[in-house]
């Protein structure tokens, strides 16, 4: 794999993601929340290209909290966002109630981190950290009132959301991981080996959760095909 194609691969992933989801878009409409990965995917996208293009400037350290900056306020947007989903495509109130109560409590969390602790000029790790680990928690939510008796109405594999959950639950349980050994593959003592350790993990949860989304998308309009299917 080329230096190139492992810096941008998950920006190629969010691009396929985002051109699949506008092409099933009249199928997407049809399935809840789902249309909503459309301008998530858009800023998804518009996020990482900003990144990308001052990170590639003659000076990329005059950027460098300007990047932090924008990730920070993405990424606490994305684990809100997220969150979102799984209120809507959760039922059980109590599981309901505890997503509610945490989504302001992780949003105070940020600020005080990025406020007081580590500060605006580094990326908000802590907190990340936190989103992530919460992200899991929701993901066992969803699966596990998936498998109730009075839930089970449809294949698991045939329902859309299942892959998002399945994607969320693999790419942040993984990123819970790397990023609390991040300081560790990024020392003196691994060197760029653990550079490149961390980017091919990092890369290979990427193709996890947007080849998910990939496929929740596709199930969208599978769903739909079957649905308006004449009965025999």
């Given at each position: 794999?080329?230096?190139?194609?492992?810096?941008y691969?998950?920006?190629?992933?969010?691009?396929?993601?985002l051109?699949?989801?506008?092409?099933?878009?009249?199928?997407?409409?049809?399935?809840?929340?789902?249309?909503?990965?459309?301008?998530f995917?858009?800023?998804?996208?518009?996020?990482?290209?900003?990144a990308?293009?001052?990170t590639?400037?003659?000076?990329p350290?005059e950027?460098?909290?300007?990047?932090?900056m924008?990730?920070?306020?993405?990424?606490?947007?994305?684990?809100?966002?997220?969150?979102?989903?799984?209120?809507?495509?959760?039922?059980?109130?109590?599981?309901?109630?505890?997503?509610?109560?945490?989504?302001?409590v992780?949003?105070?969390?940020?600020?005080?981190?990025?406020?007081?602790?580590q500060?605006?000029?580094k990326?908000?790790?802590?907190?990340?950290?936190?989103?992530?680990?919460?992200?899991?928690?929701y993901s066992?939510?969803?699966l596990?009132?998936s498998?109730?008796p009075?839930?089970?109405?449809?294949?698991?594999?045939?329902?859309?959301?299942?892959?998002?959950?399945?994607?969320?639950?693999?790419?942040?349980?993984?990123s819970?991981?790397?990023?609390?050994l991040?300081?560790?593959?990024?020392?003196?003592?691994?060197g760029?080996?653990?550079?490149?350790?961390?980017?091919y993990?990092?890369?290979?949860l990427?193709?996890?959760?947007?080849?998910?989304f990939?496929?929740s998308?596709?199930?969208?309009?599978?769903n739909?095909?079957?649905?308006s299917?004449?009965s025999?």
């Amino acid at each position: 794999m080329s230096e190139h194609f492992r810096q941008y691969l998950h920006l190629y992933l969010e691009v396929l993601s985002l051109l699949i989801s506008l092409l099933f878009l009249k199928d997407l409409k049809r399935n809840k929340a789902f249309i909503y990965f459309v301008p998530f995917l858009i800023i998804t996208v518009a996020v990482e290209c900003i990144a990308k293009l001052l990170t590639n400037t003659e000076n990329p350290n005059e950027y460098r909290s300007v990047r932090y900056m924008i990730f920070n306020v993405f990424t606490t947007c994305e684990f809100i966002f997220y969150s979102i989903l799984f209120l809507i495509y959760l039922s059980n109130k109590t599981l309901r109630k505890i997503i509610t109560i945490l989504i302001p409590v992780y949003i105070i969390s940020v600020a005080i981190n990025i406020g007081y602790i580590q500060g605006t000029d580094k990326f908000h790790r802590y907190t990340f950290l936190l989103g992530a680990f919460l992200m899991v928690v929701y993901s066992c939510f969803f699966l596990y009132e998936s498998i109730l008796p009075d839930s089970i109405n449809i294949k698991l594999s045939e329902h859309p959301f299942f892959w998002v959950a399945i994607g969320l639950l693999i790419f942040y349980l993984g990123s819970v991981i790397i990023n609390a050994l991040f300081e560790y593959l990024t020392s003196a003592a691994l060197g760029k080996q653990g550079t490149e350790i961390y980017s091919y993990i990092n890369n290979g949860l990427n193709v996890v959760l947007y080849g998910s989304f990939i496929i929740s998308f596709i199930l969208c309009r599978k769903n739909r095909k079957t649905s308006s299917s004449p009965s025999l």
